[in-house]
C-alpha cells in the first residue's frame, strides 16, 4: 500500500497524474478543480514573494537576524545590502518571469478540446518541473542585460495587461447582470413569486447605492472644502441616475425586453463601492486649523486610527488583495465566462430559473456519472471534452500578473512604494479606481444603446 502511495506521489509531481495524489487525507476532487488549485497555489506563491520584497520590514528584520546577511548579499551579487532582491525592480523581475510562464502555458494549450491529448497531459500534470520551471523563469529574469531598458518598456506593458484584467472583470459583470435578470425573468412565466425575487433584489440594491452615495457624503465631505470630493460623488450619483433612467426608457424596452432596474442596480452598487474604494485610497489632505496644528480632512475619523498599525494594516489589505484578484481569476476562467466574452449565449427559451443561477445544470459541476471515471482521489471529469479552456485560463493568469505588478508597485508610484504604506493612499489607485468606476458605466450603456443603432444577437439581452 505505501509503494502505491509513493507511486501515486511521484505520478503527480513528476507525470500527468491528478494533483489529489499528493495528500492520502484529501478528498476526492475533479481533475479540471484540482488543475486550477495547483495553479493558484503557483500564484499566491509568487504574490506573496512579491509582498515580501516590497516590504521595509521585512527587508530590516532580514539585515537584523540573519548572520553574515551582508557576506551573503555580496556572494550572489544582490549587492552590499541585497538591494537588487527588494523593492519595485525585483517585483517587476519576478513578476515578468510568472507571466513568461503563463503565456507559454497559453500558447501550449491553445485549441485543446479534450484532455487525452500530449498537451492536456501537460497541464494537468508534471507539477514539480512546473513547480522547477516558474522557480527558473523568475530567477533568469534577474540576469536580463540593459535592467533599466527592461524595466521601462516593461513597466507600460504590465499597464496595459493591468487595464485589461480590469476590462474583463467589468465586462464579466455586466454579461452576469444581464444573466441574472434574463434567468429571473425567465421563471415568471411559471410563476409568479419571481416577480416578487426581482422587485426586493432590485429595491435591496438601490436601497444600498443610494444609502452608500449618502454615506460618503456626510463622511467624505465638509461644509467647507473637499470640492473634488463633492464632484466625484455628484458625478458618479449621476450615472447611477442615469443607467437606470436608460435602462427602462421606451426605446431600449422595445429592442431589449429584458432589460430592467435589475441590472443597473447592480452597477449602481458597484459604482458605489467603487467610489468608495476611490475615496478611501485618495491620499489624506491635511490643512492647519485655527490653532496652528495639523488637521487631516475630507475623511472619516474613525477611520484614522485604523491606518496607525501599519503591519496590521498591511497584512490585512495584502491578503484580501490576494483573495480578491484569485477570485477574479477563477470565476473568470469558467466556460460560461469565457462563452459571454466571446458573445455566446443560452437561447432564452432554455433558461431554466434558479437562484444560484450561476451553476447551470449543464456545466461543469454537474458531470454526468457514467463520463465520470473514478481514481483512488481524482474523479477524471474532462472524458468527453475540457470543462474550461485552458488557453484562456493561462491568459487571464498572464494578465492577473500584470495586474498584481501594477498594484503592488503602486502602478505609476512604483519608485517610492512599499507594502506597508501602500494602503495609506495613492493618486495612482485613485485614479484606476475611478477611471474603472466610469469604463464599468460605459460598458453597461454600450449594451444598452449598441442595439439601437445595430440590432445583432451579440448585443441581444
Same mark, same amino acid.
Given at each position: 500500500?505505501?509503494?502505491?502511495?509513493?507511486?501515486?506521489?511521484?505520478?503527480?509531481?513528476?507525470?500527468?497524474?491528478?494533483?489529489?495524489?499528493?495528500?492520502?487525507?484529501?478528498?476526492?476532487?475533479?481533475?479540471?478543480?484540482?488543475?486550477?488549485?495547483?495553479?493558484?497555489?503557483?500564484?499566491?506563491?509568487?504574490?506573496?514573494?512579491?509582498?515580501?520584497?516590497?516590504?521595509?520590514?521585512?527587508?530590516?528584520?532580514?539585515?537584523?537576524?540573519?548572520?553574515?546577511?551582508?557576506?551573503?548579499? /555580496?556572494?550572489?551579487?544582490?549587492? @552590499?545590502?541585497?538591494? /537588487?532582491?527588494?523593492?519595485? &525592480?525585483?517585483?517587476?523581475?519576478?513578476?515578468?518571469?510568472?507571466?513568461?510562464?503563463?503565456?507559454?502555458?497559453?500558447?501550449?494549450?491553445? /485549441?485543446?478540446?479534450?484532455?487525452? &491529448?500530449?498537451?492536456?497531459?501537460?497541464?494537468?500534470?508534471?507539477?514539480?518541473?512546473?513547480?522547477?520551471?516558474?522557480?527558473?523563469?523568475?530567477?533568469?529574469?534577474?540576469?536580463?542585460?540593459?535592467?533599466?531598458?527592461?524595466?521601462?518598456?516593461?513597466?507600460?506593458?504590465?499597464? *496595459?495587461?493591468?487595464?485589461?484584467? *480590469?476590462?474583463?472583470?467589468?465586462?464579466?459583470?455586466?454579461?452576469?447582470?444581464?444573466?441574472?435578470?434574463?434567468?429571473?425573468?425567465?421563471?415568471?412565466?411559471?410563476?409568479?413569486?419571481?416577480?416578487? &425575487?426581482?422587485?426586493?433584489?432590485?429595491? *435591496?440594491?438601490?436601497?444600498?447605492?443610494?444609502?452608500?452615495?449618502?454615506?460618503?457624503?456626510?463622511?467624505?465631505?465638509?461644509?467647507?472644502?473637499?470640492?473634488?470630493? /463633492?464632484?466625484?460623488?455628484?458625478?458618479?450619483?449621476?450615472?447611477?441616475?442615469?443607467?437606470?433612467?436608460?435602462?427602462?426608457?421606451?426605446?431600449?424596452?422595445?429592442?431589449?425586453?429584458?432589460?430592467?432596474?435589475?441590472?443597473?442596480?447592480?452597477?449602481?452598487?458597484?459604482?458605489?463601492?467603487?467610489?468608495?474604494?476611490?475615496?478611501?485610497?485618495?491620499?489624506?489632505?491635511?490643512?492647519? @486649523?485655527?490653532?496652528?496644528?495639523?488637521?487631516?480632512?475630507?475623511?472619516?475619523?474613525?477611520?484614522?486610527?485604523?491606518?496607525?498599525?501599519?503591519?496590521?494594516?498591511?497584512?490585512?489589505?495584502?491578503?484580501?488583495?490576494?483573495? =480578491?484578484?484569485?477570485?477574479?481569476?477563477?470565476?473568470?476562467?469558467?466556460?460560461?465566462?469565457?462563452?459571454?466574452?466571446?458573445?455566446?449565449?443560452?437561447?432564452?427559451?432554455?433558461?431554466?430559473?434558479?437562484? =444560484?443561477?450561476?451553476?447551470?445544470?449543464?456545466?461543469?459541476?454537474?458531470?454526468?456519472?457514467?463520463?465520470?471515471?473514478?481514481?483512488?482521489?481524482?474523479? +477524471?471529469?474532462?472524458?468527453?471534452?475540457?470543462?474550461?479552456?485552458?488557453?484562456?485560463?493561462?491568459?487571464?493568469?498572464?494578465?492577473?500578473?500584470?495586474?498584481?505588478?501594477?498594484?503592488?508597485?503602486?502602478?505609476?508610484?512604483?519608485?517610492?512604494?512599499?507594502?506597508?504604506?501602500?494602503?495609506?493612499?495613492?493618486?495612482? *489607485?485613485?485614479?484606476?479606481?475611478?477611471?474603472?468606476?466610469?469604463?464599468?458605466?460605459?460598458? +453597461?450603456?454600450?449594451?444598452?444603446?449598441?442595439?439601437? =443603432?445595430?440590432?445583432?444577437?451579440?448585443? &441581444?439581452?
Amino acid at each position: 500500500m505505501s509503494a502505491q502511495c509513493c507511486a501515486g506521489q511521484l505520478a503527480c509531481c513528476c507525470g500527468n497524474a491528478g494533483c489529489s495524489y499528493c495528500c492520502g487525507c484529501c478528498p476526492k476532487i475533479r481533475q479540471s478543480r484540482s488543475t486550477r488549485f495547483m495553479y493558484a497555489l503557483y500564484f499566491i506563491l509568487v504574490v506573496i514573494i512579491c509582498c515580501i520584497m516590497m516590504s521595509n520590514t521585512v527587508a530590516n528584520e532580514m539585515r537584523e537576524h540573519i548572520p553574515f546577511f551582508e557576506d551573503i548579499c /555580496k556572494g550572489i551579487k544582490a549587492g @552590499d545590502t541585497c538591494e /537588487k532582491l527588494v523593492g519595485y &525592480s525585483a517585483v517587476y523581475r519576478v513578476c515578468f518571469g510568472m507571466a513568461c510562464f503563463f503565456f507559454i502555458f497559453c500558447l501550449l494549450t491553445l /485549441k485543446i478540446n479534450n484532455s487525452k &491529448s500530449c498537451r492536456a497531459y501537460i497541464h494537468n500534470g508534471f507539477w514539480f518541473f512546473k513547480l522547477l520551471l516558474l522557480g527558473a523563469m523568475c530567477s533568469g529574469a534577474f540576469f536580463i542585460p540593459d535592467q533599466e531598458t527592461f524595466l521601462n518598456a516593461w513597466r507600460y506593458v504590465g499597464a *496595459i495587461g493591468g487595464f485589461l484584467f *480590469i476590462g474583463i472583470q467589468l465586462l464579466l459583470l455586466v454579461e452576469f447582470a444581464h444573466k441574472w435578470n434574463k434567468n429571473w425573468t425567465a421563471g415568471t412565466a411559471s410563476n409568479k413569486l419571481w416577480y416578487a &425575487s426581482l422587485s426586493l433584489v432590485t429595491l *435591496i440594491m438601490y436601497s444600498i447605492a443610494t444609502g452608500g452615495l449618502i454615506l460618503m457624503a456626510v463622511f467624505y465631505t465638509q461644509k467647507d472644502g473637499c470640492v473634488e470630493n /463633492k464632484i466625484l460623488l455628484g458625478v458618479n450619483g449621476g450615472l447611477c441616475l442615469l443607467i437606470s433612467v436608460v435602462a427602462i426608457s421606451p426605446c431600449v424596452q422595445n429592442r431589449q425586453p429584458h432589460s430592467g432596474l435589475l441590472q443597473s442596480g447592480l452597477i449602481s452598487c458597484y459604482v458605489t463601492y467603487l467610489t468608495f474604494s476611490a475615496l478611501s485610497s485618495k491620499p489624506v489632505e491635511v490643512v492647519l @486649523d485655527q490653532h496652528g496644528k495639523n488637521v487631516t480632512i475630507c475623511v472619516p475619523d474613525f477611520g484614522q486610527d485604523l491606518y496607525r498599525d501599519k503591519n496590521l494594516v498591511a497584512g490585512l489589505g495584502t491578503t484580501l488583495l490576494c483573495a =480578491c484578484i484569485l477570485y477574479s481569476c477563477l470565476t473568470s476562467t469558467t466556460r460560461s465566462s469565457s462563452d459571454a466574452l466571446q458573445g455566446r449565449y443560452a437561447a432564452p427559451e432554455l433558461e431554466v430559473a434558479r437562484c =444560484c443561477f450561476c451553476f447551470a445544470s449543464g456545466g461543469e459541476d454537474t458531470e454526468e456519472p457514467q463520463n465520470v471515471k473514478e481514481g483512488p482521489r481524482v474523479i +477524471y471529469d474532462e472524458k468527453r471534452s475540457t470543462v474550461y479552456s485552458y488557453a484562456y485560463f493561462h491568459f487571464v493568469f498572464f494578465l492577473a500578473s500584470l495586474y498584481v505588478m501594477m498594484t503592488v508597485t503602486n502602478w505609476f508610484n512604483y519608485e517610492s512604494a512599499n507594502i506597508e504604506t501602500f494602503f495609506s493612499g495613492s493618486w495612482s *489607485i485613485f485614479w484606476v479606481k475611478m477611471a474603472s468606476c466610469w469604463i464599468c458605466v460605459l460598458l +453597461y450603456l454600450g449594451t444598452l444603446v449598441a442595439p439601437l =443603432c445595430r440590432p445583432s444577437p451579440h448585443f &441581444s439581452v
